[in-house]
């Protein structure tokens, strides 16, 4: 029979690794913000409306 120590610090040794290889991955996951409250809000562009109204109704002239 063998003793146990040996296979404990294998294992162990394993679990270092393994930590030590996904570390730098988790790292380079871009931050972004709280789950939910950032679904759909990635900010794509900008337009300076200055003080207007960014709606703008386009008249039709139908005749009937």
Known sequence: ?????PRRSVVLLGLVLVSLVAAPARSQAPARGHGAEAHDMELVGHDDLQGRSAYQPTIHAQRG
Do not use: G, K
Request: charged share 0%; no cysteine.
């Open 1 to 5: 029979m063998t003793s146990p120590l």
